[in-house]
Structure formats: structure tokens, C-alpha cells
């Protein structure tokens, strides 16, 4: 499938034919009025931000390698530089509603949002952990994307960027929000989800990776829940409290305190079975995980 790379929102709106945007930095379209060739099967690469409300889209999407089916409801976000594939669904008639808003970065310039849109992490998110939304929520971003449409679309003044980018701020923060009530309210999935982080865990620390690898990474944990770092990070802080690293600290020190107080290996043999390359670097991190040395961890059972 030819990858297209969309380095403006002018090319977008030709990819997508439609009319020339009234702004060349933001813009809002609707999916209505895509034509349906261009709903054909294609992967691309867009060097803006999108954020999209989707429905009856009847399109199976690729984020990465991860196939989501986009007939509900939902926001999905994009950031610059991430790959998109799309593929039809021969067996459904495609007849999507919603809108999109596209967001060049050279917008952002010069104003706060430039760095702060970088905090939030659901532009990171795999498709298929993209937002549901209820009616309300969705008729809310609607309005606001419907408010941005309509400044674009004014005669540019002095206040137009200001009153753009507060909008922006606005929907952003909302989302923000949104995603706070999916992971409270989807309790079932994301505990399931702790579940799994358990086993992945405990069955890293069983075999010989972690002598092989070194200790597990943020990373390579997502992969095993099929989950993308920012989004599991997310979930876990809203559920625990705690990020994935911190999950991954907690075994680490479960195991050594397990080694410590059951074996008779040295806190250099312990270290190493860890995954820690120098004994010093385990002995730091236990003591500042436990305000205890290894050695007076072990001392305290005697």
C-alpha cells in the first residue's frame, strides 16, 4: 500500500478534495463531505495534528500493527509524524459523519500551547485505545470544533489567533477530562488490564530474560499488554496512583527482598540474577526504594 506523506493542511484538503481551507493552519472538515474514492484503502503520514469524531465510519484503521473498527462513536487524536492505514470494508457501505480538526504546529508558535500540547499524552495512543464518547461529551467538542470552523473562516485580526488557540486549549483540556472518566468507568477492561501487567511481571522476573535483557522496560511490558506506553502509564496513574516504571520498581524490590530473606546468595549474586549490571546500582536503588542496604535488610532477619 503507497505511504503518503501530507505536509500541509492545503495538500490534505487536496488528498481529501475538497475546497482550498479558508486558513492555512487550521482547518475543520467534515467527514460528509469527504468524496469516497478518497475513503479507498491508503496509509499516510500527516505533519500536523488531527482530531477526529468519528461515526459510522466502517473502516478498519491501522495505528502500528493494531486494526481498530471505527463504526462507534469515538475521538481519535494524532500528532505529527505518526502512520495511518486505512483500509475499506468491503462488506458495509461507508457512510461516515463527524468532524476533523487539523492543526499545524507552525499555529502553535510563540504562544504557550507550542509546549504544553506536548503533555498530552493520548496523541500517542493506539487506535484502539481511542475515546468513547457519550452524546453530551460529543455534542460539546463538536461545538467547540464548530467555534474554531467559524473564527477560521472570519476576517483575520489582531485577536484571531488568540480566540483560535483558546478554543484549542478548551477541547484539549475536555478530552483530557474525558479520557479521566473512560479509565474510571471501563473498570472491568482496565483491571483486567492489572491482571496482566501482574503476570507479564512475574513471568519476567521467572525465566532467564532479565539475565539476558536487564530489567523490564516501560516499553516492552506495553507491547506484552498490547498497549501503548503513554496510554498503560495513564490508565495505571488514574487506577494506582503509580506509572508502569513504579509498577516495575515495586517487583523488582519484591523480588529482592524475596532473595534476601529466603536465600543465601550475595547481594552481588542477588544483583546480577536482577538484572543490574553493577552490585552498586542494586544497592542504591534498594536502599532508596526501602531506606534499607540490602546487607541490613538481610541483617533485620537474623
Sequence with gaps: MELYRIKSISEFHQF?????PPHPLVSVVRFEDFNREC????SRVMDFYS??????????MKYGQKPYDFNEGI?????????LRVETDHHQESNPV???LLIHPDLLWHTPLAKTIK??????YAVNEALFLSPKEEGLLIDIMQRIDEESRANIDQFSQDVIIAQIELLLTYTERFYHRQFLTR????????????????AYFIDETLLEKGLPTVTYVAEQLHISPNYLSGLLKILTGQSTQQHIHEKVIEKAKEQLSTTTLSVSEIAYCLGFGHPQSFSKFFKAKTALSPLAFRQSFS
Aim: proline fraction near 6%; glycine fraction near 4%; hydrophobic fraction near 45%.
Design 119 to 124: 503533555k498530552y499524552a493520548y496523541f500517542d
Design 39 to 42: 475513503l479507498a484503502p491508503f
Design 16 to 20: 481529501m478534495q475538497l475546497p482550498s
Design 98 to 100: 463527524g468532524w476533523n
Design 51 to 60: 482530531i477526529a469524531v468519528k461515526r459510522n465510519f466502517h473502516v478498519k
Design 187 to 202: 473498570k472491568i477492561d482496565n483491571h483486567q488490564v492489572l491482571d496482566r501487567l501482574e503476570q507479564v511481571l512475574s
Design 75 to 83: 475521538l481519535f487524536c494524532m500528532s505529527p509524524g505518526q502512520v
